[in-house]
């Protein structure tokens, strides 16, 4: 029943054309966590329309999901179709970005025998540089972690901010590295809070402001006002979720004691995220 729910809860929230639309349904699919589902409807829509290069993205994307919870057979499988849609959107769209960084990751993260490469994932990076100076930095900075090189990852976005100091997208970036792989709080609020003075108008600036927040346990009042904010923004594809925002909140409510306010938050994020273990994990401290 409660997945049942969740569908419901989905499919509601789309348009009435959307609900006849398989891309609009794997999308949904997706966002709920159902990847098998979603192949589906994205196997569907290119069907319908192969040449469609963000289709071909999204099945790969599906398939690369789905292959996560597979059996070590279907995984080769799934591998390699994940492998081949994202090249195919490429060849259809070569300045499709979510493509190339989806091969990418592919690339470093398969095994040498089934099409992973260190050289391929560079050529990518290379590739993205060209068209999008910071986006190519973020793509040298994974390839540098996924090879445990953080050193190298962290100056990738150092150079970014060097190079565009008034990018409120280099800046925010810079401070989810400091607050997810460095763990240094004080760095990734300054980080955040630079990228709100340089670009207002960059809304995943205020989420990022009010994440560190909610991570570190400080300045939970500025936080609780920054996410406020963001809730009052339509996210583009790509960034923050107003379910993160949602979630961030929440943990702020829970470290000022708010359980109830805590709890509606909580329940809120888990709407957009049903099968998310920690939103699960943390309702279960607040009620």
């Not at 029943?1 to 419901?8: K, L």
């Not at 009435?16 to 589906?40: C, H, I, W, Y």
Request: hydrophobic share 40%; proline share 4%.
């Amino acid at each position: 029943m409660r997945r049942i729910a969740a569908v419901m809860v989905a499919v509601c929230a789309l348009s009435s054309a959307a609900q006849n639309d398989p891309f609009s349904l794997g999308k949904a699919a997706m966002q709920r966590g159902d990847a098998e589902t979603a192949v589906g409807f994205f196997e569907k829509a290119v069907a319908q329309q192969p040449n469609n290069a963000q289709y071909h993205y999204w099945l790969g994307a599906a398939y690369g999901t789905q292959a996560q919870d597979a059996n070590v057979f279907s995984q080769a499988r799934l591998a390699g179709k994940t492998k081949a849609e994202f090249e195919r959107a490429v060849a259809l769209d070569p300045n499709l970005m979510d493509a190339r960084m989806g091969l990418i990751d592919y690339y470093t993260i398969a095994p040498a025998i089934m099409g992973g490469s260190q050289e391929k994932a560079i050529q990518q990076a290379n590739e993205i540089r060209k068209r999008d100076v910071i986006l190519g930095h973020r793509a040298m900075a994974r390839i540098y972690l996924r090879d445990k090189k953080t050193d190298l990852a962290r100056n990738e976005w150092l150079t970014a901010v060097k190079e565009t100091p008034n990018s409120g997208k280099a800046h925010t970036s810079l401070a989810g590295f400091y607050l997810n792989v460095d763990k240094n709080n004080a760095a990734a609020w300054t980080e955040a809070e630079t990228a709100t003075k340089v670009d207002p108008t960059y809304m995943p600036g205020w989420f990022r402001l009010g994440q560190v927040a909610a991570s570190s346990g400080t300045n939970l009042a500025r936080g609780e006002e920054v996410l406020k904010k963001y809730l009052t923004y339509k996210p583009e594809e790509g960034e923050p979720s107003l379910g993160d925002a949602h979630y961030s909140l929440g943990m702020i409510y829970e470290k000022q004691g708010r359980k109830a306010e805590a709890k509606a938050s909580y329940q809120t994020a888990q709407k957009f995220f049903p099968k998310s273990k920690p939103i699960a994990e943390a309702l279960k401290r607040v009620s």
